[in-house]
């Protein structure tokens, strides 16, 4: 079993920026590879990027290419979302998840957090 606790949500203007942070409990987390969703009201959950268990491949979802960052740090057990620029259309439940296969697929993750909101204001 993997928890997952997200933080770093927050109330942010467009253009502004912030970093999420997810640390997870486990030691073996170097062995899982990461990757965040955002789930907004009214809409099905979403992939937005996601890294291998090494941080050498990292996939990104077209919507935040070139605005958002994934990285890792495994001796601290944590992966972090830096968000540059953003929209009021990234405005969603931001959740980060724990899998063995990296990708976009949700059903490829097998642990999931709770999520942290992250509102962007026009």
């Known amino acids: 079993q993997v928890q997952l606790v997200e933080s770093g949500g927050g109330l942010v203007q467009a253009g502004g920026s912030l970093r999420l942070s997810c640390v997870a409990s486990?030691?073996?987390?170097?062995?899982?590879?990461m990757g965040w969703f955002r789930q907004a009201p009214g809409k099905e959950r979403e992939f937005v990027a996601g890294?291998?268990?090494?941080?050498?491949?990292?996939y990104y979802a077209d919507s935040v290419k070139g605005r958002f960052t994934i990285s890792r740090d495994n001796a601290k057990n944590t992966v972090y979302l830096q968000m540059n620029s953003l929209k009021p259309e990234d405005t969603a439940v931001y959740y980060c998840?724990?899998?063995?296969?990296?990708?976009?697929?949700?059903?490829?993750?097998?642990?999931w957090g709770q999520g942290t909101q992250v509102t962007v204001s026009s």
């Open positions: 890294i291998s268990w090494s941080g050498d491949t990292t």
């Open positions: 486990r030691r073996t987390f170097s062995t899982w590879n």
């Open positions: 998840a724990a899998g063995t296969i990296v990708g976009s697929t949700a059903a490829n993750y097998k642990y």
